[in-house]
């Protein structure tokens, strides 16, 4: 009888060994072994303690992952916080960038565009334009842009007078004209809503009287900028808006708040000459009627002293006739006595103590030979009297009061463009 270790490795055991022990009872004529007895697992001998010691190891993990619960189909964990990367979406060759754009993003970006450089207008709206007539096909299209314009043109500050350019120029070259009417007339009906709240919204809280005044300011703008064109003669403006302009600062003036005013001082600053001029070729006063209801707020209205005096500077504007110079008399003609002009072209002159004068100064001619003198002392020739470039001998310092004045400007200059 022969007794046998056989080491089995078991590639489910992950690497342990099983020793069995076997009795060969006897061997048979062909040679092959007979087994008698079953299979045993006996311990092994202290030349294994390590791979029993791993084994051990192994059990244990074993058993871990036989009680665990996780799962290779779970969802995948991310901790909070942690953003994912996800791979940019491919990009179509043969789609164009704009053609992603809508229609208010394309027109939001080209009003912003005329915002910050407005000189670019000239240059740049035949190319606007082109795009637009391009784009704007339908008459649900047309209303779009129509709102669009005129809500940014309301909204963005400083953008009127480029908006109402742009609404000028659209008007003449839009080419798509429905049944409902033209970007003009689409333009028009706009305006006139917002015409017909103009009794609410002077009396409406502080936000909407800023979009109401807004809307005046750009309907300013509008008018002199809309040209409608005749069969006969120059194109006209809008009288429909001569109108509009006049009731809007009779409802400003109803309700004379600050922010009323300082909307109705704007306007009449911006359009008063045009709307003198043309109400006195109709022969209508209401330029005058305007006037009176200024100077009936300035006696009984409670309004700012700094609003008081923007009020009072604009009746002195219009008694100046709005700050306009007339034809002087002919050049032939001209002499100090018949025009008021006479000297305007004339130089400034300072005297070596700084006080100025011009040619319409009694003591002109006396003066003005002093500074002939000085010149000659400064610029001898003969070397007598120094050298010419002493004059700049002296360190260039401004005066105190002039650099404190220069730094002022240089900050308000500073906050203005940051605004």
């Not at 809008?238 to 509009?244: D, G, Q, S, V, Y």
């Not at 009323?260 to 070729?281: F, P, Q, R, Y």
Request: with cysteine; aromatic share 10%.
């Amino acid at each position: 009888m022969h007794h046998l270790w056989l080491s089995v490795p078991l590639h489910a055991t992950r690497g342990r060994h099983f020793y069995f022990a076997i009795t060969l009872s006897r061997v048979t004529s062909n040679g092959e072994f007979v087994v008698k007895g079953n299979f045993k697992r006996l311990q092994p001998s202290a030349s294994y303690a390590n791979s029993t010691s791993t084994s051990r190891g192994f059990n244990e993990v074993d058993s871990l992952v036989q009680s665990s619960k996780l799962s290779a189909s779970a969802a995948e964990f991310v901790p909070s916080g942690i953003m994912q990367y996800e791979d940019p979406p491919l990009y179509d060759e043969n789609t164009s960038y704009y053609d992603e754009q809508t229609l208010a993003e394309t027109v939001a970006d080209f009003l912003a565009h005329l915002s910050s450089s407005p000189g670019s207008f000239e240059s740049d709206v035949e190319q606007i334009t082109a795009m637009l007539n391009s784009w704007v096909t339908t008459e649900e299209l047309l209303n779009e842009l129509v709102e669009l314009i005129y809500t940014q043109s309301t909204a963005i500050p400083n953008f009127s007078y480029t908006g109402a350019r742009l609404c000028n120029y659209l008007s003449h070259h839009l080419t798509i004209s429905p049944p409902s009417g033209n970007f003009r007339q689409l333009l028009l009906k706009r305006c006139q809503n917002e015409f017909l709240q103009r009794d609410a919204a002077v009396r409406g809280d502080p936000e909407t009287q800023k979009k109401f005044h807004s809307y005046v300011l750009f309907l300013g703008e509008l008018y002199l900028s809309l040209e409608i064109k005749s069969a006969k003669g120059p194109p006209n403006r809008a009288t429909i808006l001569l109108c509009a302009l006049k009731d809007l600062m009779i409802s400003l003036f109803s309700k004379p708040v600050d922010a009323n005013l300082i909307c109705a001082v704007k306007l009449l600053k911006l359009t008063g000459s045009v709307l003198d001029d043309t109400w006195k070729e109709s022969g209508q006063q209401h330029m005058e009627e305007l006037i009176r209801r200024i100077e009936n707020i300035l006696l009984d209205a409670t309004c700012s002293r700094d609003v008081r005096q923007m009020l009072l500077k604009l009746v002195e504007l219009r008694s100046s006739d709005w700050g306009r110079v007339r034809a002087a008399a002919a050049a032939s003609k001209a002499t100090p006595d018949n025009d008021p002009n006479y000297f305007m072209n004339e130089p400034t002159f300072y005297t070596e103590d700084g006080t100025p004068f011009t040619a319409a100064d009694p003591d002109y001619a006396e003066k003005y030979q002093e500074i002939l003198d000085r010149q000659d002392y400064f610029n001898d020739p003969d070397g007598e009297n120094g050298s010419e470039f002493d004059l700049y001998d002296t360190e260039d310092e401004m005066e105190p009061e002039i650099e404190e004045a220069y730094e002022t400007f240089c900050l308000e200059a500073e906050k203005k463009r940051k605004q």
